[in-house]
């Protein structure tokens, strides 16, 4: 078997990166957007007209000297800042990665449309970035960026697997019936971390403070008119910070997000028991107690957000074990497409590379 060139060992090495790099990015956004950071910077690309944080900082402390209030507090352009350094250096990584592709297109299973979509992606990110600071946290762009980070996050895992070759055998071919439930178990994750996102983007997540649904009364508080205008929003703020949606309407959207957690609940404890039924095969059953574990972690999560009024570092893990359940599930999608009883070429070693 060929041995791996220079540049696939390389391009296995920035995937890597890439994954914990992305993971990261979407901590510190998390952190910058639940903190109500995301103005902290209100242009784009540098803040305040300065690429270097320490001078942003400088400036609006003495800013704020001579006319006390006019600019936000200093200390919330750094995780806006720190973030946007994280993601232009995730950006040219993932330019190197498709660089690196390119070179190898010809190399056997190399993956090329990938790699390229990304940089698009990570460009589309990059326009989102800027439009959730010049116009004031339109809570549709919000979601979107967060979206994106996510969508970005996952397909880096999976170039990753398809690089490694991952998995390399398996001959299991009871799981493969599976993948109805799975995607639409994969559907229905996407949609409600899309509700997640609109959640914290309108400001709605300490709505309801009880569980398990809501307040008392919570069924006559309902408004989907309101709650789920996308676009043209009317209100006399000059941005979005703290929201601009009435009590009711923001009611609705935690509403609807604790049902749509409901539902990707029962749906993935419906996937993990057909998994640990069917699968003859350790790795899948491991790959189903990997899920059920994240989904245990997640709830945790979410009901100590309602529990304990939001705490910023409950909120940031809450926001990242989504992202971690929705590549769990492509993963899985991606096994099971595994041609039942091949084993897959096993991909050469750094060292058989070295020593050609």
């Known amino acids: 078997m060929q041995a791996l060139t220079p540049?696939?060992?390389?391009?296995?090495?920035?995937?890597?990166?890439?994954?914990?790099?992305?993971?990261?990015?979407?901590?510190?956004?998390?952190?910058?957007?639940?903190?109500?950071?995301?103005?902290g910077c209100p242009d784009?690309?540098?803040?305040?007209?300065?690429?270097?944080?320490?001078?942003?900082?400088?400036?609006?402390?003495?800013?704020?000297?001579?006319?006390?209030?006019?600019?936000?507090?200093?200390?919330?352009?750094?995780?806006?800042?720190?973030?946007?350094?994280?993601a232009s250096t995730l950006g040219l990584v993932i330019l190197i990665i498709a660089a690196l592709s390119f070179i190898n297109r010809k190399q056997e299973k190399q993956p090329l449309k990938l790699p390229l979509f990304l940089v698009v992606l990570v460009i589309f990110q990059g326009i989102l970035g800027k439009w959730t600071v010049t116009m004031g946290l339109q809570p549709t762009i919000v979601m979107l960026h967060l979206l994106g980070g996510f969508t970005t996050f996952t397909l880096l895992v999976l170039l990753?697997?398809?690089?490694?070759?991952?998995?390399?055998?398996?001959?299991?071919?009871d799981v493969r019936m599976l993948k109805p439930i799975a995607s639409i178990t994969l559907i229905a994750v996407i949609l409600q971390i899309a509700l997640g996102g609109w959640t914290a983007s309108n400001y709605a997540a300490v709505a309801c403070t009880e569980l398990p649904v809501c307040e008392e009364g919570w069924q006559n508080r309902l408004d989907f008119d309101e709650a789920f205008i996308f676009w043209g929003h009317e209100h006399d703020k000059p941005d979005y910070e703290y929201g601009v949606l009435d009590n009711d309407a923001r009611t609705t959207i935690h509403v609807m997000h604790r049902f749509?957690?409901?539902?990707?609940?029962?749906?993935?404890?419906?996937?993990?028991?057909?998994?640990?039924?069917?699968?003859?095969?350790?790795?899948?059953?491991?790959?189903?107690?990997?899920?059920?574990?994240?989904?245990v972690v997640q709830i945790a999560l979410g009901l100590s957000n309602v529990m304990f009024a939001v705490p910023l570092d409950v909120a940031v893990a809450h926001n990242f074990v989504a992202v971690l359940l929705l590549a769990s599930l492509v993963l899985?999608?991606?096994?099971?497409?595994?041609?039942?009883?091949?084993?897959?070429?096993?991909?050469p070693t750094q060292s058989k590379a070295q020593g050609a």
């Open 44 to 86: 784009w690309p540098g803040c305040y007209g300065h690429l270097d944080v320490r001078k942003a900082i400088d400036h609006v402390n003495t800013t704020n000297e001579t006319m006390p209030g006019s600019l936000r507090e200093a200390h919330k352009t750094v995780p806006e800042m720190v973030h946007r350094y994280f």
């Open 160 to 173: 990753t697997a398809r690089l490694y070759r991952w998995p390399r055998f398996l001959n299991d071919c």
């Open 332 to 347: 899985f999608i991606r096994a099971i497409n595994v041609k039942c009883g091949l084993r897959q070429p096993s991909p």
């Open 260 to 295: 749509g957690a409901l539902l990707v609940t029962l749906l993935v404890l419906a996937l993990v028991a057909k998994i640990l039924i069917r699968a003859r095969s350790v790795f899948f059953r491991n790959f189903a107690l990997g899920i059920f574990a994240l989904l």
């Open 7 to 39: 540049s696939q060992i390389w391009l296995r090495r920035l995937s890597l990166l890439a994954v914990f790099m992305v993971a990261v990015v979407i901590i510190l956004g998390a952190w910058t957007r639940l903190s109500d950071a995301g103005l």
